[in-house]
Every structure is written in structure tokens, then in C-alpha cells.
């Protein structure tokens, strides 16, 4: 199967005479050297099944996706519905092949549909997919969890990130006795209520205000502060004392672009925290597991009270946890008073992946393959941008990365607002045309994974540079 940036290839001959010699004069044409001419033919870019499909998904699925960045409403152009996955590359209905650098947004870090993960699955799956009562691979996952994050001495599983945000948030509620939740504008935690105030991820690649049905009473309990700004941090509890419990963020943003906090920041907020009687979240949703083994508080050496995570601890399947410290993890029942619950939390075949993947993620020279090849992509991306004559600006950490069309280094949600979307979504179609399958909004974090290889980054920043020159 020919991909996007696949080549057919057609052969034509050409007859040349060669000199005479003694046998060949009375026969001249069958004593021609046939020399074969290749010429290069790239296989015509079409989404024809695409559309088809998504045109009778906008009448079964509001807007035609169930997650709304998926819609490429902020790149235009026609939505991609893929078929298939394999290492560092994907597959879409009409066979056109892609390098992924979204990896399911980010569950991927091994590559998709691994091998080992894969027959492990095959395995669990023989014996059920769901029991509803607990199960060993909880307590391995667990273990394994608890070993790696600093801030973890019990977790409890949930389905998705945001589960894990809003059962936080809860238990933190609870632990402190206080009502006040401060996050960072163009942060995103789910979907939950509380968090849908100036929130990043769709909510910004949509360009829309806090989501309606959101209750005034909810979104009254939330406030918020520029990212990297800890000085704003201060004055709000100034402002609020003895209110705030919580002070949530993504340690690096990943649903804003991707935004590195600057140094001192992340250990301001340990300060104030503590100093305020709040405790201190760190998202881990995007960055656990994937900046280090034990996550962005290993790689920065700060610990926060309570950790959510997601995507890579299930292995490209639905999953989420909370965690933190033994007294506050207590809280939550049945050894508590916090009510959370879930059906399939906790499910074999989510564990299984998870373990899998974390087993693979401590093999020797993983973090630094996400860092070589991170750094060769994000590095061409951004020189290829600008001797195109564009400004472009980026960063990367192990095997996530970003990067704007504007002037760096932003700091914030306001910065990178004023980036140019336009001229990210036409970029963004360039490179699918070329093969190569960026996130549908320049307000979303890139990932790679293990499986990405040096030709996988050759081949992307050579498209890139033909982009960057058409654009």
C-alpha cells in the first residue's frame, strides 16, 4: 500500500543505437541497448473515504467526533479518519500513510500496537474483559506507579484524565476544608465543571469562552493566573486568605501549545503552597511517565501533594489515577469519606497495557531516544521555519514538544494567542499532503515514541522545508 508520501513507479525504455559492429550491421534495431528511464510518480493525496465517512458521522456524532479537536475546525480542511496504526506511523481509510507525531495524544510512547503489549492483551483478553471487583494487575500497576512518582504512596484508578482531575480535586476540597481552586489560564484538566475557566486544549483550539451549562456557583470557586507568573499566585491568596485548597497545573502546558515553566516557577508554587495551607496538583496527565520515568516532578525535583495521570499508565486504553500521600490517599473511600467510584476501573486489560508499557519504558536508553529524535525534529522544524522566512519558535523535553509561528519564547496563554493560527493551519495541511501527521491545532502539544527513527525525522523535516517554501 502506497502512502501519502509513497511513489509509484513506471518504467518507459528508450532504444539508442549502439556503434556497429560485425555482427550487428545488417541487424541494427535488435542490437540497440535498451536502457530503462524511471520516473517518479507520487500517489494523488485524496480523503474521498474520509469524507464520506465524516459526512455520515455529522448526523450520528455531534459535529461528527467525540472529542472536538478531531473536527480540525482551528487547520480547516477535510478530517482524517484512520484505519489503522503501527510503530511511528498511521493509516487512514483511503491508504494514505503518515508519520504520527500525536500518538493518541500521547499514550504511544512505545509506538502504537506494540508487539509484547499486544499479545499480553491477547492473553487478558481470554480471560475477560472487565470483572468489576478487583483483580492482581491493579495491585502490579499500583506498585509500579508508587515506585516511580515521588509525590505517589497510593493511587486509586479511574478511566480518563479527567476523572483523575475531578477526584483530586474532591479529596483535595475534603483534606483542606476549603472550597477555592486556582489553575493557570490555558491549562486544561478535563472537562469537569471547575476546570472549564479559561481552559486550554479544544476549549481554545474552538475559540470558545467557558463552556456554556458550566454553573455560575462552580466556576465562582475558580481562579485563575497567568502560567509562570507566581507573583499573581501571591497576591490571589493574598486576596482569598484561607480559601484556597488547591493550586492545580500541567507542569509543562501541553493543551496551550507547549510551554516550559520557567525556572524558580514550579518551586515558587511549592513555597506558597505550603506556606498558605493549600496543597499542590501536578497534572500528569500528558507529562507523566513521558519527561521522565517518575514524570515532570523527577525531571524538575519538585513534589507536589497529589498527582494525576493518564494516557501512557493504560497503554493506548482508557485510563486515569490519582495519587499522593498515604494521609490524604485515606481520604478516599471506602477507607474514607470521599466518595469516588467507577465500573471499570481498575479493568485487566487497561493494567495489562499499562504494565507493559512502563516495563518497556525501563529498558536502558529509553529517554534518551525521546530526546535525540525530539531534539532533531523540533531543532530542523524551527531552522527550516525561518530560512523560509518564517517566525517560528519551539521547545521540547525527552518526547514531547511544541511549536508556534511567532517569536519565542512564550511564556503563557497570552503569548501564544498571539501566534499565527492561519498560518499554522495551512502549514498543518501541507504536511499532511507530504505524510506526515501533525496535531489538528496549534494549540496542542506534539508527542514522538520509541518507534520514531532517524529516517522517520529526515523524511518529516524534508516535507517540512517544502511546506515552509509553499506557504
Not at 1 to 8: E, F, N, R, Y
Not at 95 to 108: C, T
Not at 269 to 289: K, S
Request: net charge negative; with cysteine; proline share 5%.
Amino acid at each position: 500500500m502506497l502512502g501519502a508520501s509513497g511513489v509509484g513507479l513506471s518504467l518507459s525504455s528508450s532504444i539508442s543505437a549502439c556503434p556497429a559492429t560485425k555482427s550487428s550491421r545488417s541487424t541494427r534495431h535488435s542490437s540497440s541497448v535498451v536502457k530503462m528511464a524511471i520516473s517518479v510518480e507520487k500517489k494523488p493525496y485524496t480523503l474521498e473515504k474520509s469524507e464520506e465517512i465524516f459526512n455520515a458521522a455529522k448526523n450520528l456524532l455531534p459535529g461528527g467526533v467525540n472529542s472536538p479537536v478531531r473536527a480540525f475546525k482551528s487547520v480547516g480542511g477535510q478530517p482524517i479518519v484512520f484505519d489503522s496504526v503501527k510503530g511511528s506511523k498511521m493509516w487512514d481509510v483511503d491508504g494514505n500513510e503518515y508519520i504520527d507525531y500525536v500518538g493518541s495524544w500521547g499514550p504511544a510512547i512505545i509506538g502504537h500496537a506494540d508487539d509484547k503489549v499486544n499479545a499480553a492483551l491477547i492473553e487478558t483478553l481470554k480471560k475477560g474483559t472487565s470483572f468489576g471487583a478487583p483483580c492482581l494487575l491493579e495491585n502490579v500497576l499500583a506498585e509500579m506507579v508508587i515506585a516511580a512518582v515521588p509525590s505517589v504512596e497510593m493511587v486509586r484508578f479511574v478511566n480518563s484524565g479527567t476523572e483523575a482531575c475531578m477526584g483530586a480535586l474532591r479529596l483535595a476540597r475534603a483534606y483542606t476544608g476549603r472550597q477555592k481552586l486556582l489553575k493557570f489560564e490555558g491549562c486544561y484538566h478535563g472537562h469537569a465543571d471547575s476546570f472549564l475557566v479559561k481552559a486550554g486544549s479544544g476549549v481554545a483550539t474552538l475559540g470558545l469562552p467557558d463552556s456554556p451549562g458550566v454553573p455560575t456557583a462552580a466556576a465562582s470557586e475558580t481562579l485563575t493566573a497567568p502560567y509562570n507568573d507566581a507573583d499573581a499566585v501571591s497576591r490571589l491568596f493574598q486576596q482569598h486568605p484561607g480559601e484556597v485548597a488547591v493550586v492545580v497545573l500541567e507542569p509543562v502546558v501541553g493543551n496551550a501549545g507547549f510551554i516550559t515553566p520557567e525556572p524558580e516557577f514550579l518551586a515558587a508554587l511549592r513555597r506558597i503552597t505550603e506556606e498558605n495551607g493549600a496543597l499542590l496538583i501536578f497534572d500528569e496527565v500528558m507529562t507523566g511517565f513521558r519527561l521522565a520515568y517518575g514524570g515532570a516532578q523527577e525531571y524538575f525535583g519538585i513534589t507536589p501533594d497529589l498527582t494525576t495521570l493518564g494516557k501512557i499508565i493504560g497503554g493506548g486504553l482508557p485510563v486515569g489515577a490519582y495519587g499522593g500521600r498515604r494521609e490524604i490517599m485515606e481520604m478516599v473511600a471506602p477507607a474514607g469519606p470521599v466518595y469516588q467510584a467507577g465500573t471499570l476501573s481498575g479493568n485487566p486489560l487497561a493494567m495489562t497495557a499499562g504494565i507493559h508499557t512502563l516495563r518497556r519504558l525501563q529498558e536502558p536508553g529509553t529517554y534518551e531516544h525521546l530526546e535525540e529524535v525530539t531534539g532533531k525534529l523540533v531543532n530542523g522544524l524551527v531552522a527550516a521555519g525561518r530560512a523560509a522566512g518564517h517566525e517560528v519558535s519551539g521547545g521540547f523535553i525527552r518526547g514531547m514538544f511544541g511549536f508556534f509561528f511567532a517569536e519565542g519564547p512564550i511564556r503563557n496563554f497570552e503569548e501564544a494567542k498571539k501566534s499565527d493560527t492561519a498560518k499554522f493551519g495551512r502549514f498543518h495541511r501541507g504536511m499532511l499532503e507530504e505524510g506526515v501527521y501533525l496535531a489538528p491545532s496549534q494549540f496542542e502539544a506534539g508527542f514522538t515514541s520509541l518507534a520514531h527513527t532517524s529516517q522517520d525525522i529526515e523524511q518529516t523535516l524534508d516535507a517540512a522545508k517544502k511546506v515552509f517554501r509553499r506557504i
